[in-house]
């Protein structure tokens, strides 16, 4: 049920963003009673789930959580806001006003020193950049990037840019530059031991050698990645890389014809040079009318000398004229006879082939017959062979799961033992009351006690997610509260809150994730030997009544821990007199969020009016069981959505 109502409500905020900038009144009613950076949080969370399946859509809501964020003055939920909507903006065909928006984020984490935001923002920039063709600037800030990912140690995510990287740089005609990206990229997925990603990387890496004239190695890389590819039988890669080693081999062929011609051509050059210088003489000799034998012996001595000479000029030509001639013939019969051999040879080659193909249709059928036998009867044995695994794994299963259930029960008992029960409290303070009512087995919503001397101190605390995951946060919050109140002597209750951060933001530095590590608690001091009552909120709001008039506390925004944490922070206490009819009322949010019967939210202002109208006459015994009718009622078939937990005392 609840997973159509929110499918709808998804759907008709598509709807309505086609049509207008404003928000839609399905999305009023869901943020109703949320502070502006729990609105934000909402949102965001609507806007990654959307950026799967539609852009316009997530670039709709992105722009609602930037203008919430701007309008709430928080620098971590504006910051959210700009990385969202810097990705949702380039995914929607609008990466130039992505572009502003991550080069503001940016700045941010830049001053925060935020090394794991820098590097995933600068490779949405980079991306940004490229789909704007400002490749320049793309190529720097994915060097950033992967500069960042590099500092963290993060493998993975600098073999991705390093890869992107390759492929721009390529696409930019920047040869070595190419080959250094893509031979970087290997290296990172071969230290990850992903060989179908150091197979892709290096059939990139031979096309980018052969691309900047390095035949040879690029020749040793294809083939390398051709027997990668062909042991995971990656066939899509494998006919890419043959493709591109056949390539290769045509242009290593056609240089070295290339390089045979100009001999040749040299040769032909050199014997036509010969042949003109020849005839060139030769016709010297005929101007000089050459004169017969007879006349040569009639002659004076050295004229005859001179005629003989003129004679043998002319035999020379002659003769080299005649072998010339003979030598074109000679040419003239080979090329003929070679026509002859080829036409020959296509004619047999043309007949093979006609056998071939007779033999390959003939094989090829008898294949497929005997394919299709195997199948049918690996199929028969494959049948029984997966009822049998299938049964197995059912068995499996079933064991895994009362395994992991044995486990969250021994989670709820340690979390139970760890919770005073209300008779406890109810000896230092006769009109305590609690209500807690867990999502799951293990709750991320606890309450905590401590008495020493004249002082009571009581603690409402909301950590972060439910089931599990809250209760693994509730363990490391019980153990801080104990170490600051009972180890540490921390009374004051604004002191205590400020410890209580510092202590969370040290001890999840050690793990190095701040994300959604938060918790909002609310403090509160009975001292008798003072008289008065202190309190301390940190995301929480607290209710009180003295002498039937109303006390609303809305502590501070500022929650323990969370996505940017800081050290240090100051909180404000509220003091009440201790006399009687005073009422205290401390609550998470679990119980105002929750969705009633027509789909809408308790909310705040509801859940406030009935404590001071309905609750505050209910004696302390009696506000439990008030609380749980009033929940069924309101909630209807509907199911609980988050942990609830409403605590607090009257002074009698």
Not at 65 to 80: H, L, V, Y
Not at 301 to 327: C, G, H, I, P, S
Not at 443 to 462: N, P
Request: hydrophobic share 40%; proline share 2%; net charge neutral.
């Amino acid at each position: 049920m609840y997973l159509r109502f929110f499918i709808a409500v998804v759907f008709s905020l598509t709807v309505i963003f086609a049509y207008s900038q404003e928000m839609p009144d399905s999305l009023k009613t869901k943020l109703a009673g949320k502070s502006s950076g729990e609105q934000v949080v909402y949102i965001n969370k609507l806007v990654n789930q959307q950026l799967k399946t539609s852009a316009a859509t997530a670039y709709q809501l992105a722009k609602v959580s930037m203008r919430i964020a701007n309008e709430s003055g928080d620098k971590n939920r504006i910051t959210e806001s700009q990385l969202l909507m810097g990705k949702a903006s380039r995914l929607a065909g609008k990466a130039s006003e992505g572009i502003d928006y991550l080069n503001k984020a940016i700045t941010t984490l830049t001053a925060a020193n935020h090394a794991q935001g820098l590097a995933a923002a600068y490779s949405d920039l980079a991306m940004a950049y490229r789909e704007t063709g400002k490749n320049n600037d793309a190529i720097a800030a994915f060097i950033k990037s992967k500069d960042y990912f590099s500092q963290l140690g993060d493998k993975k995510g600098e073999y991705n840019i390093s890869s992107n990287l390759g492929t721009l740089y390529t696409r930019m005609y920047q040869h070595a530059n190419a080959v250094d990206a893509f031979q970087r990229a290997y290296e990172l997925a071969e230290s990850l031991g992903d060989k179908q990603n150091m197979a892709s990387q290096l059939a990139q890496l031979g096309v980018a050698q052969a691309n900047a004239g390095n035949n040879k190695e690029a020749m040793e890389s294809l083939t390398k990645a051709k027997e990668m590819a062909a042991s995971q039988n990656n066939s899509k890669l494998l006919a890419t890389i043959n493709a591109n080693l056949e390539s290769l081999n045509q242009n290593i062929v056609n240089k070295e014809k290339v390089a045979a011609g100009t001999s040749v051509v040299t040769t032909v050059v050199q014997d036509d040079e010969y042949m003109a210088k020849l005839k060139q003489e030769y016709l010297s000799i005929k101007e000089a009318n050459l004169k017969s034998l007879e006349e040569i012996e009639k002659l004076s001595v050295e004229n005859q000398a001179k005629e003989y000479r003129l004679v043998a000029l002319q035999n020379q030509f002659e003769k080299q004229e005649l072998e010339m001639q003979m030598k074109e013939n000679n040419l003239k019969l080979l090329e003929a006879e070679n026509n002859l051999a080829k036409t020959e040879v296509e004619r047999q080659t043309e007949q093979i082939a006609y056998q071939r193909n007779i033999l390959i249709v003939v094989f090829a059928a008898i294949g497929v017959l005997l394919i299709l036998l195997i199948f049918i009867f690996r199929l028969y044995v494959s049948k029984k062979k997966t009822l049998k695994i299938v049964e197995a794994q059912k068995n499996e299963i079933q064991k895994q799961k009362e395994v992991i259930q044995e486990g969250i029960e021994y989670a709820r008992h340690i979390q139970q033992a760890i919770i005073p029960s209300a008779s406890v409290i109810q000896e230092a303070l006769p009109g305590f009351f609690v209500f807690l009512r867990p999502r799951d087995v293990v709750s991320g919503d606890f309450y905590w006690y401590y008495r020493e001397g004249s002082k009571t101190f009581l603690a409402a605390v909301d950590c972060t997610g439910h089931g599990v995951a809250g209760g693994l946060m509730s363990m490391i919050a019980n153990s801080l509260l104990n170490k600051i109140i009972r180890e540490n002597k921390i009374h004051a209750p604004e002191k205590i809150l400020e410890a209580l951060n510092n202590n969370v933001v040290e001890t999840l530095a050690q793990s190095g994730d701040y994300f959604d590590s938060s918790m909002d608690i609310s403090v509160c001091v009975v001292d008798k030997a003072s008289n008065d009552i202190q309190i301390s909120l940190a995301g929480h709001r607290c209710i009180a009544t003295v002498n039937g008039e109303i006390k609303d506390f809305d502590g501070s925004e500022a929650a323990i821990g969370g996505l940017f944490p800081k050290m240090n922070l100051s909180y404000e206490r509220y003091t009440l007199p201790v006399q009687s009819d005073v009422n205290v009322f401390m609550f998470s949010d679990g119980y105002p969020d929750q969705d009633g019967a027509e789909g809408k939210k308790l909310g705040t202002t509801r859940f406030v009016d009935f404590l001071k109208d309905e609750l505050v006459k209910e004696e302390p015994a009696k506000r439990s069981e008030k609380l749980e009718a009033h929940l069924k009622n309101w909630m209807g078939p509907k199911k609980q959505r988050d942990d609830i937990l409403v605590m607090g005392f009257k002074i009698q």
